[in-house]
Structure formats: structure tokens, C-alpha cells
């Protein structure tokens, strides 16, 4: 199925948790605005909780402390953490929703985060992570037509930000969920109009054609 924006694939997953949310964000301050980590706050209900955590120590202190901030911890129960998702104070199975949004492409051992992931879920409980896609229209493409897929500028361009470090293939980690005790309930592509090929890009998704070739992927996975 494909998403217009992340936001339309997270929220539409959050929300199968209908009572007693217990929801772990994690590196939420990756982005400029974290306006995806407003829309999940603004889904929680009396009963709910919602924790998020960035190892990012400048900017969570910048967030914890500003107006919108310390409003939304006045209103709904949500409370912040400097310290990544390998740190030892969580329990197992205390969540039953993480979201790794963006996240995953920048770890040097990424593989890693889903042990941990699977150890904070309880059993039932939702997964739900979007990475950039490695069939991007426009990546895609330049890697037919590219002679030398070794070229520093290909690598860069293939790359996107400097800090990224892997995007696997969507069908790879889908497997690999599955096998690690995950079932794999939601596939999403999320299409941004984005660079040289967009309007090609739209024009064969609205056939039906390319919409597995979209800018980003999402995935949400439930521990069996």
C-alpha cells in the first residue's frame, strides 16, 4: 500500500493499540522538527504513556525545555530520556508500540537495535519503523544506467545524508523480522514527490506500476 507521508503510515498503525498505549520513541530529535513525535503524542488517551529518547543530549535538552514541550508534559503523560535503546533501565515486554522512525539507516550496527527492540516489546505488541528505500525511483534508475557503481559521486548520491549507513532491501528485512519472532502485518511505501524522475515515478504509480520504487518504506511488524 502506499502512504503520501510517514505521518499517514505511523499513525494509521499506532492507532490498532486502542486502550493502555505504552509507546517508545526512539530517536525522536532526528529531524529539524520532530513533528512526526507531536502527531503520536496527540493520539494518546488518559491511560496512556509515551517515552521518548534521543542520544542527542544539546537538542533533548533544547526540546524538554521549550513552550510546546513543557505544555504537552502538563497535558498528557510523556517523559524523556538522554540515553539510547541499549541502555539497561527498561524491563522487558514495558512497551507494546516502538517506533524507530529514521533511525535505523544511521547505526553502525543496525542489525542489533531488533534484539533489543524484540526484548522491550511485549508479546502482541507493535513494531513500527520507516528507512529510506534502496529502490528509490531515482537511485534505481542511476544504478542501471551507472558504468562505475564504485564512483565516489555515485556512492555519495546512492548514500543521500553523510550519516546514513545501510538501507537493506524491503523483502530482506521483512524476512529477516519474520525469522527473529516477529510477524510482518503492514508494508507501506511512502512517496515523496522528490527529485528528477517524481513525475514519472507518479505517473506509473497511479497504474499500479512502481509504487514498491517510492522515496521511503514503512514496516510494522508484531511480536508473536
Same mark, same amino acid.
Given at each position: 500500500?502506499?502512504?503520501?507521508?510517514?505521518?499517514?503510515?505511523?499513525?494509521?498503525?499506532?492507532?490498532?493499540? #486502542?486502550?493502555?498505549?505504552?509507546?517508545?520513541?526512539?530517536?525522536?530529535?532526528?529531524?529539524?522538527?520532530?513533528?512526526?513525535?507531536?502527531?503520536?503524542?496527540?493520539?494518546?488517551?488518559?491511560?496512556?504513556?509515551?517515552?521518548?529518547?534521543?542520544?542527542?543530549?544539546?537538542?533533548?535538552?533544547?526540546?524538554?525545555?521549550?513552550?510546546?514541550?513543557?505544555?504537552?508534559?502538563?497535558?498528557?503523560?510523556?517523559?524523556?530520556?538522554?540515553?539510547?535503546?541499549?541502555?539497561?533501565?527498561?524491563?522487558?515486554?514495558?512497551?507494546?508500540?516502538?517506533? =524507530?522512525?529514521?533511525?535505523? #539507516?544511521?547505526?553502525?550496527?543496525?542489525?542489533?537495535?531488533?534484539?533489543?527492540?524484540?526484548?522491550?516489546?511485549?508479546?502482541?505488541?507493535?513494531?513500527?519503523?520507516?528507512?529510506?528505500?534502496?529502490?528509490?525511483?531515482?537511485?534505481? =534508475?542511476?544504478?542501471?544506467?551507472?558504468?562505475?557503481?564504485?564512483?565516489?559521486?555515485? =556512492?555519495?548520491?546512492?548514500?543521500?545524508?553523510?550519516?546514513?549507513?545501510?538501507?537493506?532491501?524491503?523483502?530482506?528485512?521483512?524476512?529477516?523480522?519474520?525469522? =527473529?519472532?516477529?510477524?510482518? #502485518?503492514?508494508?507501506?511505501?511512502?512517496?515523496?514527490?522528490?527529485?528528477?524522475?517524481?513525475?514519472?515515478?507518479?505517473?506509473?504509480?497511479?497504474?499500479?506500476?512502481?509504487?514498491?520504487?517510492?522515496?521511503?518504506?514503512?514496516?510494522?511488524?508484531?511480536?508473536?
Amino acid at each position: 500500500m502506499i502512504y503520501k507521508t510517514r505521518g499517514d503510515f505511523v499513525i494509521k498503525n499506532i492507532k490498532k493499540i #486502542e486502550n493502555n498505549k505504552k509507546i517508545l520513541d526512539v530517536g525522536f530529535l532526528g529531524q529539524k522538527e520532530p513533528f512526526m513525535h507531536y502527531k503520536i503524542i496527540n493520539l494518546l488517551n488518559e491511560n496512556d504513556h509515551l517515552v521518548g529518547i534521543d542520544t542527542n543530549k544539546e537538542k533533548l535538552d533544547l526540546f524538554i525545555n521549550n513552550e510546546k514541550t513543557r505544555d504537552l508534559v502538563k497535558k498528557y503523560n510523556v517523559s524523556y530520556k538522554f540515553r539510547s535503546i541499549f541502555g539497561t533501565d527498561f524491563k522487558d515486554g514495558e512497551f507494546n508500540c516502538v517506533c =524507530l522512525m529514521e533511525v535505523f #539507516e544511521h547505526l553502525y550496527n543496525p542489525y542489533n537495535v531488533f534484539d533489543e527492540i524484540r526484548r522491550l516489546i511485549k508479546p502482541g505488541g507493535i513494531f513500527i519503523m520507516t528507512y529510506p528505500n534502496p529502490l528509490n525511483l531515482n537511485i534505481f =534508475l542511476k544504478y542501471v544506467i551507472k558504468k562505475n557503481i564504485l564512483n565516489k559521486d555515485f =556512492l555519495n548520491y546512492f548514500r543521500g545524508d553523510r550519516e546514513h549507513k545501510i538501507f537493506p532491501h524491503p523483502i530482506c528485512l521483512v524476512n529477516y523480522l519474520n525469522d =527473529l519472532g516477529f510477524k510482518v #502485518e503492514e508494508f507501506g511505501f511512502i512517496k515523496y514527490n522528490i527529485g528528477y524522475f517524481s513525475k514519472i515515478n507518479y505517473l506509473l504509480a497511479k497504474f499500479g506500476i512502481t509504487t514498491k520504487f517510492s522515496n521511503y518504506v514503512g514496516i510494522c511488524a508484531r511480536k508473536l
